[in-house]
Structures are given as C-alpha cells and as structure tokens.
C-alpha cells in the first residue's frame, strides 16, 4: 500500500508502475508440485476405460481361439421299438438301447472365417486402447493448462488489485487535500472492486477446470501444480501430419473394422453351403432268435445335412446386410478421415495465427502498454491529465497482460492437439 505522505505514495506508485511493465509475469507456486509428464501417467495409469478396452481384448483374443473349434459332440441316449404290452427288453427283435455320438461341421470355412473376424476385431481394440490413451493425454493437457492459465490470470489480476488499491488510497489523500473531486474517489473504487471481483471469476474458473481434471487423476487434482507453461514436444509440419494419419491409431481401428465387416461378407456367403452332421449310433439288442442264439447288436452310421435351396429371403438378406455393413464401415472411415484432415487444418492455422499474436504482443502491445501506463501517472501527477486517462490506461496494461495469458495457454492447447492428430506418444 501507498504511504499518505505524498512524496513517498507518489515514489511508490511509480515504482509499482515500471515493476509491472515486464512482460513476464512469474508464479509463487510450490516447486515440487505436479508436472504434467505426473498429470498425464496418473491418468493414463487411473483411467479404467483403457483396462476396459485392454479386458475386452483379452476376452477377444480367448474367443477367437474357441471360435475355431469343432462344436462339441452331442451324445444320444435312448431306446428304441420297447413292445409297451410288457416292456421287456428281450421280447421283440427291434427294440434295442441305443447309444450315440453326434457330430455337426459348420458350413464350408465358417469356423476359420469366424475367428479370423474375431481376431480382427481384436486387433481394431488394440488400436482403440491406443487412440483412447493418446485422447486421456489430450484431455489431461488441456485441463491441465486451463489451471495454470487460470493461475496466471490470479496472479496478474492480485497485482492489479495493489496498484489499484495503492492507486485509491494516493487519490483519497489528494482528494483530503482538495486536488481532486469527490467523483475520482468513487471511479477509484469502484475500478479496486471490478478487479477485486474478476479475482472470484477466475478462482471459480479454476475450481472447474480442477474439477474435470479430477475425472482423470482423482484427488491429485488438487494439488499444486508446476507454475511455469510446460515445453511441449514439436509438431511436425502440416503435410506431415497429413501423411501420418492413415496411420493414426482412430483411423487404423476403424480400417480392422473394416476388414472384420468384409468377413462377415464371407461368412455370409458360405450360408450357401450346407451343413453336416454325422450320426455313429450302437444298439444294443437282448433276447434269443428262433434258433436260440443271442441276438447281434447293431451299429448305425448316418449323415444329415440342410439343403440351402431357397435363399431369397434368408442367405440373399444375410449376405445384403453384410455388404451394406461393410460399406458403412467404410464410409464411417472415410468421414472420420477427412475431418480429422479438417481438424489439422484448422488447428495448424489457429496455431500459427496465435503465434503471430504472441509475437504482437511481445513486440508491441505490452511494452506500449507499461509505458502509457506510467506517462498517464506521470501526466497525472504533474496536473496534466485527468483520471479518467489514468485508469484507462492501466485497466488497458492489465487487461493486455490478462489476454496474454490467455493466448499463451490457448496456443499450447492447440499444440496438444495437433500432437493428438500426430498419432504419437510425445
């Protein structure tokens, strides 16, 4: 706070001035806070969606081994031709007790094709586990630089409380001396208590976004955070994240899908063939022939297979849905494709557009802004301008330093996303 002595509060004041028209604005936050390498391996590590994705996989994998095996064989128990005027087993040279074994084949390569399919479908979840860790990583990054912009913000607008605060009580002493009216001393406070209130926007905007990070990491949310803006990995160019995205992990899963509807194509196409069964039947027969020998047991070898004769509206339909399947699965490729071309595009020139608005801001706008700030005071305090120019002035410096902030952050969120579209771990 100012001194009421006019020489020192005037000192103060501008000394407050020239402190604040540096560009960079430093955080007092715990050194040994999280990092976000610590933000993003919490996630990945917590995050029960990837052991979701990694437990259907295995489930996959094991069903795909069991898909490739014969059915089991039925066993057949039963009698046959038992004379219900006695039921004895030996009366009658037809009743026998059966005992059977019964064994199906599937249609053609239906057992191959199936779990090659479920394979497919295996290997399209590998993908997706990849393509959800990369998205948690996106996820966490962007939370976790909405925090720090927010503390950035918090420590910019807690500076622009005390020079306004400092800035108030100089005007009342002038104002208890009669240089001033009382309209400055309320223009005064009324500008301490916007900025004093734009402090319990960004602590809420804070809270929200600890909040969504708290989704991924829980309780480690928070914690301190590591105060200065994290280094990012380099993106590559433009063109070479193009060439890159036939193989990002979203578009390759989407391509095991396809290929996965193709075999159901397949699969769909040996409806038309039949299928067997094969049926070894042993009879056993008691009683005497006429001669008075023991009657011979019996063996029975059958086979059984379907007729697939009238397919219009049953193998026809299949293998219509099937192919309608597939080239769904590859329109929805083809869509996602070319949005996410869409989305390098548009991010590649936000990011560069941010660049050059970081570079203005550097160059020109924040060092123009610290020194209309202090000619304003100086001006004022030589009786050549007024409060409100004053004010201006500094609300402008502030308020510069606050978009700054902003952009930086925005233009790293923007990095993040062009390393997700990258397709890797960087």
Request: net charge negative; glycine share 4%.
């Amino acid at each position: 706070m100012y001194s009421t002595k006019k020489s020192t509060g005037h000192g103060h004041v501008l000394a407050v001035s020239i402190a604040f028209a540096g560009i960079a604005i430093s955080l007092n936050i715990d050194a040994s806070g999280l990092s976000l390498n610590d933000v993003e391996q919490l996630a990945l590590r917590e995050d029960p969606s990837v052991e979701v994705l990694e437990a259907n996989r295995l489930a996959l994998d094991e069903l795909s081994v069991a898909a490739e095996q014969l059915p089991d064989p039925l066993l057949k128990v039963g009698m046959v031709a038992l004379p219900t005027d006695s039921f004895n087993l030996g009366q009658e040279a037809m009743t026998q007790v059966q005992f059977g074994l019964v064994q199906k084949f599937p249609r053609g390569d239906t057992r191959s094709l199936t779990s090659r399919q479920i394979r497919q479908r295996a290997e399209g979840l590998d993908e997706t586990v990849r393509d959800q860790k990369l998205q948690i990583i996106l996820a966490v990054r962007e939370q976790f630089l909405e925090i720090l912009k927010q503390q950035h913000l918090a420590n910019i607008n807690a500076k622009a409380i005390a020079v306004f605060a400092d800035l108030a009580d100089i005007i009342q002493d002038y104002y208890a001396t009669g240089r001033v009216h009382q309209e400055d001393v309320f223009q005064a406070a009324v500008e301490l208590a916007k900025v004093e209130e734009r402090a319990t926007r960004i602590s809420q905007q804070e809270d929200r976004a600890r909040a969504r990070l708290a989704t991924w990491i829980s309780d480690a949310a928070y914690r301190n955070l590591e105060g200065d803006w994290p280094q990012l990995s380099s993106q590559s160019s433009t063109t070479v994240i193009k060439s890159k995205l036939a193989r990002h992990p979203r578009i390759l899963a989407l391509g095991k899908y396809i290929a996965a509807s193709e075999t159901g194509v397949e699969l769909a196409r040996e409806k038309y063939k039949p299928e067997f069964s094969f049926d070894l039947t042993y009879g056993g027969r008691g009683g005497t022939n006429s001669d008075g020998s023991s009657r011979s047991d019996l063996l029975s070898l059958m086979m059984v297979m379907d007729l697939p004769l009238f397919t219009s509206n049953r193998q026809d339909r299949v293998t219509a849905s099937r192919l309608a399947e597939s080239s769904a699965a590859r329109f929805t490729r083809d869509d996602v494709f070319r949005r996410m071309q869409s989305e390098i595009d548009l991010h590649a020139a936000t990011w560069q557009r941010q660049q050059e608005r970081i570079e203005l801001f550097n160059r020109t706008l924040l060092p123009q802004a610290a020194f209309s700030s202090e000619a304003s005071f100086e001006a004022y305090q030589s009786f050549f301008g007024d409060l409100t120019t004053l004010l201006r002035a500094q609300i402008t410096e502030f308020e510069l330093q606050l978009d700054h902030a902003r952009l930086h952050a925005e233009a790293l969120k923007t990095h993040a996303r062009l390393l997700y579209l990258e397709g890797e771990f960087k």
